[in-house]
C-alpha cells in the first residue's frame, strides 16, 4: 500500500517522495487478524495554499506484492494495481455576519463595540439570505481505509444501486477489484478543525484495515437512511451525530438500558396522553382543579411553538408541538365555557367559569394560588429577559419576545402545577386529580432522571428534570396525607357512596351544567 497527499485530485507524480507519506508491506486481503490492520499518525503541515480554502487529498494505491503502481516502472502491470482518491478536507457553509445582533447597540459583555458581531452555526445555515454564501474547510483528523471482503459474483448490469458506485470494473475482463472504502461513518462533526491562516500544523491519523460486506452494506444503508431523513425534513444535521455519539462513548449495557427505557418512555408517554384525554372527555365537575393551570399551559405550549416555528425546527417537531397546542386549547373548553362575543364589530372568544368551579370554595384557593406565584414569575420573567436583551444577540426584537418566554417556560415551568398543590392543601384531598395519567407521567420522569445522566444535555434542562421530581413527590405525599373520601364527587361527576339522593341529585345537577354548557 503507497498513501500520497497531493493538492491535485489526479496524481501521477509517483517519484516525489515528499508526497508518500505511508507504505506498507505484506498487507494480507480478506484474512482477519491482528496483522490485517495498521495504523500510522503523523503531523503535516499546510501550504498556505490549503490555509486559503485549499483541498489536500490523500491517493491510495494497492498493488500485488512485487509490483508498483508507477506506470513508468518496467514492472508495472494494470491489472495488479488499483487505487483510489479521497479528499481530507470537507467544506461547510459559515452562517453571514449579522444573522444575530445585539438589540441595544454595542452590549457590555463583549469584547468589541461593534453592533454586529459574527455568530458561525455549521448546523443551521440561512441560505435564503441574498449575496454568497462564504464556505469554511474542516480538516479530517482520521481516515480509515477499509478493503472490503466482498467475493460475490455479480450478473452483468446486475450489481446493486449501492454497490455500483463503489466497484471498480476493469473492462477487458469484466472482473472487479477488491474495493476500497473510506470509512468516515464515525467521524463527528465536531471532531474536524478548522483551517485558517494561524493553522501551522494538522495531524493526521491513517488506518487500514479489513472489513465484512454485511457490515460495509450496514454503513452504507444506515448513511443513505439519515440522507432521507434530513432531505424530507425529519432530522437536523447534527442529530446524526448525536445517535453515533450514543454508540461511541456509551457503554454496551448502557446502552441496551437506554434502548429498554426509550422504548418504556414511549409506552407510557402514549398512555398518559390517552388517559388525559380521557379525564377531560369524561370530567363534569372543576371542583378542585385548577383551570388557571390549564389556561397557563395552553399559553406556554403556545409560546413553544411559536418559538419553534420561528427557528427553523423540523417538521415532525413542529408537528408534535403544535398538536398538544390543540390539545390544551380543547381542555380550556372542557375546563371553562368558552363563547363567542358578537356585540362588537369584531367576534371575540370570551371564557367563563364553570359552574362547579367558581360555586366553590376551588375558585377563591386557584385565584390566591395565581395572585403569589404570579409576582414570582413575574419577577423571574422579568429579569430574564433584560438579561437576554444586554448580553445575548437575537435576529429581530420578535425573535427576543418569544426567546424571553420561552426560557421562562423552561425555567419557571414548574410553577403552573404549584395552584393544583395549593388547592389540593386547602381542601384536604386529592380526589378529583387523574391519577392514572399522573402515574404514567411519574414514571417517564423516573425514566427522564435516567436519560439526564446518560444523554448529553444542557445543565439547564438536567436541572428541570429533577425539579419534576419535586413536584410529583409532593403530590405522592399528598396521596398519602389525605385518603380518598368516598363522599366528594370523582372525576366522572359522580359521588362515591350508593345514595339514591344523592346520586339524583348529582346527576341532575350534571345536566343542567351540561344544558347550560349547550
Same mark, same amino acid.
Given at each position: 500500500?503507497?498513501?500520497?497527499?497531493?493538492?491535485?485530485?489526479?496524481?501521477?507524480?509517483?517519484?516525489?517522495?515528499?508526497?508518500?507519506?505511508?507504505?506498507?508491506?505484506?498487507?494480507?486481503?480478506?484474512?482477519?487478524?491482528?496483522? !490485517?490492520?495498521?495504523?500510522?499518525?503523523?503531523?503535516?503541515?499546510?501550504?498556505?495554499?490549503?490555509?486559503?480554502?485549499?483541498?489536500?487529498?490523500?491517493?491510495?494505491?494497492?498493488?500485488?506484492?512485487?509490483?508498483?503502481?508507477?506506470?513508468?516502472?518496467?514492472?508495472? *502491470?494494470?491489472?495488479?494495481?488499483?487505487?483510489?482518491?479521497?479528499?481530507?478536507?470537507?467544506?461547510?457553509?459559515?452562517?453571514?455576519?449579522?444573522?444575530?445582533?445585539?438589540?441595544?447597540?454595542?452590549?457590555?459583555?463583549?469584547?468589541?463595540?461593534?453592533?454586529?458581531?459574527?455568530?458561525?452555526?455549521?448546523?443551521?445555515?440561512?441560505?435564503?439570505?441574498?449575496?454568497?454564501? =462564504?464556505?469554511?474547510?474542516?480538516?479530517?483528523?482520521?481516515?480509515?481505509?477499509?478493503?472490503?471482503?466482498?467475493?460475490?459474483?455479480?450478473?452483468?448490469?446486475?450489481?446493486?444501486?449501492?454497490?455500483?458506485?463503489?466497484?471498480?470494473?476493469?473492462?477487458?475482463?469484466?472482473?472487479?477489484?477488491?474495493?476500497?472504502?473510506?470509512?468516515?461513518?464515525?467521524?463527528?462533526?465536531?471532531?474536524?478543525? *478548522?483551517?485558517?491562516?494561524?493553522?501551522?500544523?494538522?495531524?493526521?491519523?491513517?488506518?487500514?484495515?479489513?472489513?465484512?460486506?454485511?457490515?460495509?452494506?450496514?454503513?452504507?444503508?444506515?448513511?443513505?437512511?439519515?440522507?432521507?431523513?434530513?432531505?424530507?425534513?425529519?432530522?437536523?444535521?447534527?442529530?446524526?451525530?448525536?445517535?453515533?455519539?450514543?454508540?461511541?462513548?456509551?457503554?454496551?449495557?448502557?446502552?441496551?438500558?437506554?434502548?429498554?427505557?426509550?422504548?418504556?418512555?414511549?409506552?407510557?408517554?402514549?398512555?398518559?396522553?390517552?388517559?388525559?384525554?380521557?379525564?377531560?372527555?369524561?370530567?363534569?365537575?372543576? =371542583?378542585?382543579?385548577?383551570?388557571?393551570?390549564?389556561?397557563?399551559?395552553?399559553?406556554?405550549?403556545?409560546?413553544?411553538?411559536?418559538?419553534?416555528?420561528?427557528?427553523?425546527?423540523?417538521?415532525?417537531?413542529?408537528?408534535?408541538?403544535?398538536?398538544?397546542?390543540?390539545?390544551?386549547?380543547?381542555?380550556?373548553?372542557?375546563?371553562?365555557?368558552?363563547?363567542?362575543?358578537?356585540?362588537?364589530?369584531?367576534?371575540?372568544?370570551?371564557?367563563?367559569?364553570?359552574? !362547579?368551579?367558581?360555586?366553590?370554595?376551588?375558585? =377563591?384557593?386557584?385565584?390566591?394560588?395565581?395572585?403569589?406565584?404570579?409576582?414570582?414569575?413575574?419577577?423571574?420573567?422579568?429579569?430574564?429577559?433584560?438579561?437576554?436583551?444586554?448580553?445575548?444577540?437575537?435576529?429581530?426584537?420578535?425573535?427576543?419576545?418569544?426567546?424571553?418566554?420561552?426560557?421562562?417556560?423552561?425555567?419557571?415551568?414548574?410553577?403552573?402545577?404549584?395552584?393544583?398543590?395549593?388547592?389540593?392543601?386547602?381542601?384536604?384531598?386529592?380526589?378529583?386529580?387523574?391519577?392514572?395519567?399522573? @402515574?404514567?407521567?411519574?414514571?417517564?420522569?423516573?425514566?427522564?432522571?435516567?436519560?439526564?445522566?446518560?444523554?448529553?444535555?444542557?445543565?439547564?434542562?438536567?436541572?428541570?428534570?429533577?425539579?419534576?421530581?419535586?413536584?410529583?413527590?409532593?403530590?405522592?405525599?399528598?396521596?398519602?396525607?389525605?385518603?380518598?373520601?368516598?363522599?366528594?364527587?370523582?372525576?366522572?361527576?359522580?359521588?362515591?357512596?350508593?345514595?339514591?339522593?344523592?346520586?339524583?341529585?348529582?346527576?341532575?345537577?350534571?345536566?343542567?351544567?351540561?344544558?347550560? @354548557?349547550?
Amino acid at each position: 500500500m503507497w498513501v500520497y497527499l497531493s493538492e491535485h485530485e489526479r496524481f501521477n507524480d509517483f517519484g516525489d517522495e515528499g508526497a508518500l507519506v505511508w507504505h506498507e508491506n505484506g498487507i494480507p486481503y480478506a484474512v482477519w487478524g491482528q496483522e !490485517s490492520s495498521r495504523s500510522l499518525s503523523f503531523k503535516y503541515y499546510p501550504s498556505e495554499a490549503l490555509k486559503q480554502n485549499g483541498t489536500l487529498y490523500a491517493h491510495v494505491f494497492f498493488a500485488r506484492s512485487g509490483y508498483t503502481p508507477d506506470p513508468n516502472d518496467p514492472e508495472f *502491470q494494470p491489472l495488479a494495481t488499483f487505487g483510489r482518491a479521497h479528499p481530507i478536507v470537507m467544506y461547510f457553509p459559515k452562517s453571514k455576519a449579522g444573522k444575530r445582533r445585539s438589540l441595544l447597540g454595542s452590549s457590555e459583555g463583549s469584547d468589541t463595540g461593534e453592533t454586529l458581531k459574527e455568530v458561525i452555526d455549521d448546523d443551521q445555515v440561512d441560505l435564503k439570505d441574498d449575496g454568497p454564501v =462564504e464556505w469554511v474547510s474542516y480538516w479530517k483528523p482520521n481516515v480509515t481505509v477499509n478493503l472490503v471482503d466482498d467475493f460475490t459474483r455479480y450478473a452483468h448490469n446486475g450489481v446493486p444501486p449501492n454497490i455500483a458506485p463503489y466497484l471498480n470494473v476493469e473492462p477487458s475482463t469484466g472482473n472487479y477489484y477488491p474495493t476500497i472504502f473510506f470509512n468516515d461513518f464515525w467521524l463527528l462533526r465536531d471532531k474536524l478543525v *478548522q483551517i485558517n491562516g494561524t493553522v501551522d500544523e494538522l495531524v493526521l491519523n491513517l488506518e487500514v484495515a479489513p472489513i465484512s460486506m454485511t457490515k460495509w452494506q450496514l454503513f452504507l444503508q444506515i448513511d443513505q437512511s439519515f440522507q432521507i431523513h434530513r432531505s424530507y425534513g425529519s432530522m437536523l444535521e447534527g442529530e446524526a451525530d448525536e445517535l453515533k455519539r450514543v454508540f461511541l462513548e456509551g457503554n454496551l449495557y448502557l446502552l441496551a438500558v437506554t434502548m429498554v427505557v426509550s422504548l418504556l418512555h414511549s409506552v407510557f408517554d402514549m398512555l398518559a396522553f390517552k388517559n388525559d384525554i380521557q379525564f377531560w372527555n369524561k370530567n363534569k365537575s372543576m =371542583e378542585g382543579l385548577s383551570a388557571k393551570s390549564v389556561i397557563v399551559s395552553f399559553i406556554s405550549q403556545l409560546i413553544i411553538f411559536l418559538y419553534l416555528l420561528d427557528n427553523d425546527t423540523s417538521w415532525m417537531i413542529l408537528a408534535s408541538s403544535g398538536i398538544g397546542c390543540c390539545i390544551e386549547f380543547w381542555k380550556i373548553g372542557k375546563a371553562m365555557h368558552i363563547e363567542i362575543d358578537r356585540s362588537g364589530r369584531i367576534p371575540m372568544l370570551r371564557f367563563r367559569d364553570r359552574e !362547579s368551579y367558581s360555586g366553590n370554595k376551588t375558585k =377563591e384557593y386557584d385565584d390566591l394560588a395565581m395572585k403569589y406565584l404570579s409576582y414570582v414569575l413575574f419577577f423571574l420573567a422579568a429579569c430574564s429577559s433584560v438579561y437576554s436583551l444586554m448580553y445575548e444577540q437575537h435576529k429581530s426584537w420578535y425573535s427576543w419576545i418569544l426567546s424571553s418566554l420561552t426560557s421562562c417556560v423552561y425555567m419557571f415551568g414548574f410553577i403552573m402545577m404549584c395552584p393544583q398543590l395549593f388547592i389540593n392543601y386547602k381542601l384536604k384531598s386529592v380526589a378529583h386529580l387523574p391519577w392514572r395519567q399522573m @402515574t404514567y407521567k411519574f414514571l417517564n420522569t423516573i425514566i427522564n432522571d435516567l436519560f439526564a445522566f446518560v444523554i448529553k444535555m444542557p445543565t439547564l434542562h438536567r436541572l428541570s428534570v429533577f425539579r419534576d421530581d419535586i413536584i410529583f413527590l409532593i403530590y405522592l405525599y399528598q396521596r398519602w396525607k389525605y385518603p380518598v373520601d368516598k363522599k366528594r364527587i370523582n372525576e366522572f361527576g359522580f359521588g362515591g357512596e350508593e345514595n339514591g339522593g344523592d346520586e339524583a341529585t348529582n346527576v341532575n345537577a350534571i345536566k343542567d351544567d351540561d344544558k347550560k @354548557t349547550n
